[in-house]
């Protein structure tokens, strides 16, 4: 039997045999999109199933830096190839598009040289770990003109959910002058089992022969390798925002979409690690506040021990209110709207729908449901509330220099 090293060395030849194929033409309706993945673990897995859901595409090329992953993925998806490299992916020119489902500390690069390449984008939330990525990842995006689509991980902005929200807000009458949005996301596991925890993943096949560690750090400070921060990499700072990442911008996507609202003008975050004292740097339990320019304030509590209050979100106006939780609800004020009735929203929408809007748009060339300029607003906003927990302290935006201090 081969080795893992063989293994992988002869995927890698097998992607080298396509880089002759002349570039794709431009894409129609019944167009087949050739799509690489780079990143192939429980997420990137996630998003392949979504591909497979959407008509007229093939995954053609896989890019991990773990073996294991790679093998996996090989395995589960006949006639791809695969490499730990994903610039070798990117070489490919017959690969129209990438999904990127990697962790975010590696965004910006890989989308600079997906974008350098020629190809179409979809990334996993949150798009850019902080705000010189952010402003990178900018860069690149317009410097192709804005031709190639890009698609940022918030689900949530091509759900029915959006629709009805949408709609409720459509008459200006329904809700008045709204003041706030107050959101909510608590979960729970089992006493023994901590949020993000994966043990089952911590292997002896996690070693430095099988992950090229250097690729997983990415800009991130040199250090050993060490197979409890591969695997575990949501707890630390370096390569993770915790669960504001994780949770609130999905939540905070969904309704700078709906109201159309901007970066904030301040942020604060407090809270701690009151639960799991495992090594985790980011906190378990949290608040936070952001001061919107639209003089809407937002605020986000978030707790891992308890999912009594679950996930859930109320924007408040002073003629009524608009509740999102399993579906979406409108609610008069009566004090004001005297005549306001409840409404119900009922709009429906497959699992993979964002996977099939961002395919879409690679063919039509109209703009994606969670287009890249949202993407940068979410991505800044969070970046805010993290860094406002770690220096202790509000932090404000600057909207002419563009920058938080």
Same mark, same amino acid.
């Given at each position: 039997?081969?080795?893992? /090293?063989?293994?992988?060395?002869?995927?890698?030849?097998?992607?080298? !045999?396509?880089?002759?194929?002349?570039?794709?033409?431009?894409?129609?309706?019944?167009?087949?999109?050739?799509?690489?993945?780079?990143?192939?673990? *429980?997420?990137?897995?996630? &998003?392949?199933? =979504?591909?497979?859901?959407?008509?007229?595409?093939?995954?053609?090329?896989?890019?991990?830096?773990?073996?294991?992953?790679?093998?996996?993925?090989?395995?589960?998806?006949?006639?791809?190839?695969?490499?730990?490299?994903?610039?070798?992916?990117?070489?490919?020119?017959?690969?129209?598009?990438?999904?990127?489902?990697?962790?975010?500390?590696?965004?910006?690069?890989?989308?600079?040289?997906?974008?350098?390449?020629?190809?179409?984008?979809?990334?996993?939330?949150?798009?850019?770990?902080?705000?010189?990525?952010?402003?990178?990842?900018?860069?690149?995006?317009?410097?192709?003109?804005?031709?190639?689509?890009? =698609?940022?991980?918030?689900?949530?902005?091509?759900?029915?959910?959006?629709?009805?929200?949408?709609?409720?807000?459509?008459?200006?009458?329904?809700?008045?002058?709204?003041?706030?949005? $107050?959101?909510?996301?608590?979960?729970?596991?089992?006493?023994?089992?901590?949020?993000?925890?994966?043990?089952?993943?911590?292997?002896?096949?996690?070693?430095? /022969?099988?992950?090229?560690?250097?690729?997983?750090?990415?800009?991130?400070?040199?250090?050993?390798?060490?197979?409890? /921060?591969?695997?575990?990499?949501?707890?630390?700072?370096? $390569?993770?925002?915790?669960?504001?990442?994780?949770?609130?911008?999905? +939540?905070?996507?969904?309704?700078?979409?709906?109201?159309?609202?901007?970066?904030? /003008?301040?942020?604060?975050?407090?809270?701690?690690?009151? &639960?799991?004292?495992?090594?985790?740097?980011?906190?378990?339990?949290?608040?936070?506040?952001?001061? +919107?320019?639209?003089?809407?304030?937002?605020?986000?509590?978030?707790?891992?021990?308890?999912? =009594?209050?679950?996930?859930?979100?109320?924007?408040?106006?002073?003629? !009524?209110?608009?509740?999102?939780?399993? =579906?979406?609800?409108?609610?008069? +004020?009566?004090?004001?709207?005297?005549?306001?009735?409840?409404?119900?929203?009922?709009?429906?929408?497959?699992?993979?729908?964002?996977?099939?809007?961002?395919?879409?748009?690679?063919?039509?060339?109209?703009?994606?449901?969670?287009?890249?300029?949202?993407?940068?607003?979410?991505?800044?906003?969070?970046?805010?509330?993290? *860094?406002?927990?770690?220096?202790?302290?509000?932090?404000?935006?600057?909207?002419?220099?563009?920058?938080?201090?």
């Amino acid at each position: 039997m081969d080795s893992r /090293r063989n293994f992988i060395g002869k995927v890698a030849t097998g992607l080298a !045999g396509t880089l002759a194929a002349g570039p794709a033409e431009a894409l129609g309706a019944a167009d087949r999109i050739r799509v690489g993945v780079i990143g192939a673990g *429980d997420r990137g897995t996630e &998003l392949v199933a =979504q591909i497979r859901a959407c008509p007229n595409t093939e995954i053609s090329a896989f890019a991990d830096v773990y073996s294991r992953n790679l093998e996996r993925a090989l395995g589960s998806t006949p006639g791809a190839v695969g490499c730990a490299d994903y610039r070798k992916l990117l070489e490919d020119r017959s690969i129209d598009a990438v999904v990127i489902a990697t962790p975010p500390h590696l965004h910006a690069r890989q989308f600079e040289d997906a974008l350098g390449a020629g190809k179409h984008i979809y990334i996993e939330r949150v798009m850019a770990f902080d705000l010189d990525h952010a402003k990178r990842m900018r860069d690149a995006y317009r410097k192709t003109g804005s031709k190639l689509t890009v =698609q940022v991980g918030h689900q949530v902005c091509s759900y029915g959910h959006m629709t009805d929200a949408r709609q409720f807000l459509s008459d200006p009458d329904r809700m008045g002058r709204i003041t706030a949005v $107050t959101m909510h996301m608590h979960r729970n596991t089992p006493f023994n089992k901590p949020q993000w925890a994966r043990p089952a993943l911590l292997t002896p096949e996690v070693n430095a /022969r099988n992950v090229v560690w250097d690729e997983f750090l990415g800009e991130a400070e040199a250090r050993p390798f060490d197979a409890h /921060r591969f695997i575990h990499w949501r707890y630390f700072w370096e $390569t993770s925002g915790g669960s504001v990442f994780e949770g609130m911008s999905q +939540q905070l996507a969904f309704w700078y979409k709906a109201l159309r609202l901007e970066i904030p /003008r301040a942020a604060s975050m407090d809270g701690g690690i009151y &639960l799991w004292k495992d090594g985790r740097e980011a906190p378990d339990t949290v608040s936070v506040s952001l001061q +919107q320019p639209e003089e809407i304030l937002m605020s986000w509590v978030s707790g891992l021990g308890n999912n =009594q209050l679950g996930v859930s979100e109320d924007v408040l106006g002073t003629h !009524g209110s608009i509740s999102r939780a399993a =579906q979406v609800r409108y609610v008069p +004020q009566k004090m004001n709207r005297p005549a306001g009735n409840e409404m119900t929203g009922r709009t429906a929408h497959a699992p993979h729908a964002h996977m099939a809007n961002f395919f879409d748009c690679v063919r039509s060339g109209k703009e994606t449901n969670c287009p890249f300029e949202l993407g940068y607003r979410v991505s800044v906003a969070c970046r805010m509330a993290v *860094d406002s927990y770690r220096l202790g302290r509000s932090l404000k935006w600057d909207a002419m220099r563009e920058e938080i201090v």
